[in-house]
């Protein structure tokens, strides 16, 4: 496709369940970043990767978020045993080279409802 | 806490008026990214504009940047219904290989 894509556009699960998100970035952009947003707020920086390697892991809220990237393409994020406060859209980006002076083209977003 | 910052956090403005939307930041910067959001929507990048450059020009938008003031304005001319929308600010800082986005201004233009 042309554009970031997202799946599922909308993920609703109960307490305690795992669930993985997938990223599908633009083809060839090297870099890609995963995002949260909460209703309302800006966007908190969960991780980015270059090609397959994730430098910056630093925004991951808890040991329950990992994120993988394999082939240089397709990126999964997996939280586990989700709790009602990762109710949020989590938000998919890349750019065609990595660094904070590349535009990021952006997913519209997987919206997860945790109840 | 956030490394930019926006305001107003809501502006509500008639069609045809422009509209005016400022970011701070805290630390030095090697460039600032402004981004509009529509609702349940993605951000799309609007323009970038580097630490030695003051002033960039994209069709309607007009974005200023004052380093020593550590901050920048984002202004829509001529706004339109379309125009309707979150938008944010995004800084790194120097070094960093990341982006911190502001919590936005949501812009709603009345017809």
């Known amino acids: 496709g042309a554009g970031v894509s997202q799946s599922p556009s909308n993920k609703v699960t109960e307490k305690g369940k795992d669930v993985e998100l997938r990223c599908d970035p633009i083809?060839?952009?090297?870099?890609l970043y995963w995002y949260r947003q909460s209703l309302g707020q800006g966007l908190e920086f969960l991780i980015y990767f270059q090609g397959n390697s994730a430098p910056d892991k630093s925004g991951l809220p808890s040991d329950r978020f990992s994120a993988e990237r394999t082939g240089g393409s397709v990126s999964t994020l997996t939280i586990q045993r989700t709790q009602q406060e990762d109710s949020a859209v989590y938000l998919c980006a890349s750019s065609a080279e990595w660094g904070a002076n590349q535009p990021q083209h952006f997913g519209d977003g997987t919206r997860l409802s945790i109840l | 806490s956030q490394q930019g910052e926006e305001d107003p956090q809501a502006l509500s403005i008639q069609e045809g008026e422009n509209a005016t939307m400022n970011c701070s930041y805290k630390?030095?910067?090697?460039?600032l990214q402004w981004y509009r959001q529509n609702s349940g929507r993605g951000l799309v990048h609007l323009i970038l504009i580097r630490s030695n450059e003051r002033e960039k020009h994209s069709g309607r938008l007009r974005v200023t940047l004052d380093t020593s003031k550590k901050s920048s304005s984002l202004l829509i001319t001529a706004s339109r219904a379309a125009d309707t929308a979150s938008y944010f600010c995004?800084?790194?800082?120097?070094?960093?290989?990341?982006?911190?986005f502001g919590q936005g201004t949501r812009l709603t233009i009345n017809p």
């Open positions: 630390t030095s910067i090697n460039n």
């Open positions: 995004a800084t790194d800082a120097r070094g960093a290989q990341k982006l911190v």
């Open positions: 083809s060839g952009h090297t870099a």
